[in-house]
C-alpha cells in the first residue's frame, strides 16, 4: 500500500493529494491510505501539509525527497558501523563474536563512507577501475588524472573508495600470491 500510495502521489503533477484523493484513486479504505503515509512519514518520503482553502490535510512528495531519504540511511548506515564497534569493544576483538562484529563493522562503515560521497564518487570509482583495466598495467595517480581528463583530487578521491580494506584478508591474500 505505501508503494502505491507514493506512486500514485509522483504521478500526480502537484506531487500533493489529500487523503479523500488517495482513497478515491487507489479505491481503498481511509484506513489503508493513513497507515501508508505514516509509514511513508517515518521514512521522510512523504510530509503532510495543511491545505488552508479546504482544512484538510495534503500528502506532498518534494523534489529533494530522493535527497533526504539517501541522507536518512547514511546516517543509519554510520549507526549500524557505530554500534558494531561498540559491540567488539564489549564482547572483545579476540572472539568469535568480536571478529563478526568487527567484519560488520568494517562493513557499514565502507558502506557510509560510499554514501556519503553520493552515486558520483562510486561513479569515479567504477571508471577508474575501468581505466586501469585499459591501461593493463598499473598507472599512477598522475597517469590516471591525465589520461582520464581529471584534476589529482578526483582521482585521490576515487581511489580512496577502491582502497583494499575493501577486501577481506583473505581476498587480498589469494590476489598477492
Given at each position: ?6 506512486v ?11 487523503a ?31 491545505d ?44 568469535p ?23 558520483a ?19 599512477d ?32 591474500a589469494?590476489l598477492?600470491?
Amino acid at each position: 500500500m505505501a508503494s502505491r500510495v507514493l506512486v500514485r502521489l509522483f504521478l500526480t503533477d502537484s506531487g500533493s493529494l489529500t487523503a479523500a484523493d488517495l482513497v478515491g484513486q487507489l479505491r481503498v479504505s481511509p484506513a489503508s491510505v493513513s497507515k501508508a503515509v505514516g509509514y511513508l512519514e517515518e521514512l521522510d518520503v512523504v510530509r503532510r501539509e495543511r491545505d488552508p482553502r479546504r482544512r484538510r490535510e495534503r500528502y506532498v512528495v518534494d523534489d529533494d525527497v530522493w535527497l533526504r531519504a539517501w541522507t536518512r540511511d547514511t546516517r543509519s548506515t554510520a549507526n549500524w558501523a557505530d554500534t558494531a564497534r561498540r559491540g567488539v569493544a564489549v564482547v572483545g576483538a579476540d572472539t568469535p563474536a568480536g571478529v563478526r562484529l568487527d567484519r560488520m563493522g568494517d562493513f557499514f562503515a565502507t558502506l557510509s563512507a560510499d554514501m556519503a560521497s553520493g552515486p558520483a564518487g562510486v561513479e569515479d570509482a567504477l571508471t577508474l577501475l575501468a581505466a586501469l583495466m585499459h591501461a593493463g598495467a598499473p598507472a599512477d595517480a598522475g597517469r590516471l588524472a591525465a589520461g582520464l581528463g581529471w584534476p589529482a583530487e578526483r582521482v585521490t578521491e576515487a581511489l580512496r573508495h577502491a582502497e583494499p580494506q575493501r577486501l577481506t584478508p583473505a581476498q587480498r591474500a589469494a590476489l598477492t600470491r
